[in-house]
């Protein structure tokens, strides 16, 4: 019997409206047919249980709002090449949805959330890992556009979470994730950086892709 070759895992954190998901992205083009991408996001604790204005007020910065064992779990089969029931998750809902989806494995898994770093397990099973490092006022502007465009938050209910959850809980868990990455991207303006940066990933993608075929 062939031997399986375990998936090539990168990590891809950063703080919230970082870009980590356009990151991800721009790499997962290299070979959208055997590059998985794997959101953090995805393993929010389900709160259908609590009346939707609770849910609002929850912080959803800190570790303890995630799955982690979960998440864990599935990125550890993932590296046994083998399929998982990922969970999704609803942000205008602020639960998870009945309905997981099943995923097969890829030669090359990219995973991406804010706190992807912060669990030694979960680091151990990665083989490269960035940081995307974005000023506080750009990570601003860019969590205010997604959250009033497409998680029907009021411009209010977005500033009230970032002043009050997610600015303190980057400083306090996602910024020392910097110490922890191989790579650490810069992702405020300069798109041409970000492109330089992003062709060096690729060549390791490319290499890992190659050991597949």
Not at 169 to 197: G, Q, S, T
Request: aromatic share 6%; glycine share 4%.
């Amino acid at each position: 019997m062939a031997q399986v070759t375990a998936p090539f895992i990168v990590g891809v954190a950063g703080g919230t409206g970082s870009g980590k998901t356009f990151v991800a992205q721009e790499l997962q083009k290299a070979d959208p047919a055997r590059i998985l991408i794997l959101s953090h996001d995805n393993y929010y604790k389900s709160h259908d249980d609590i009346p939707m204005e609770e849910r609002k007020k929850l912080n959803y910065d800190e570790p303890a709002a995630l799955d982690q064992e979960l998440f864990y779990q599935q990125v550890q089969a993932l590296k046994r090449g083998e399929a998982i029931e990922m969970p999704q998750y609803d942000f205008m809902e602020h639960a998870r949805k009945a309905q997981a989806v099943h995923v097969e494995p890829c030669p090359v898994v990219i995973i991406e959330g804010i706190l992807i770093l912060i669990d030694k397990r979960v680091r151990d099973l990665m083989d490269l890992t960035l940081f995307i490092d974005v000023d506080p006022d750009v990570r601003l502007a860019r969590r205010l556009q997604r959250d009033v465009g497409t998680r029907d938050a009021t411009f209010v209910e977005s500033i009230n979470q970032y002043m009050t959850s997610a600015q303190p809980m980057h400083e306090l868990y996602v910024e020392p994730e910097k110490n922890e990455a191989d790579i650490i991207i810069n992702n405020n303006r300069d798109f041409a950086e970000l492109e330089d940066a992003l062709e060096t990933v690729r060549a390791r993608i490319d290499e890992a892709l190659g050991k597949c075929e």
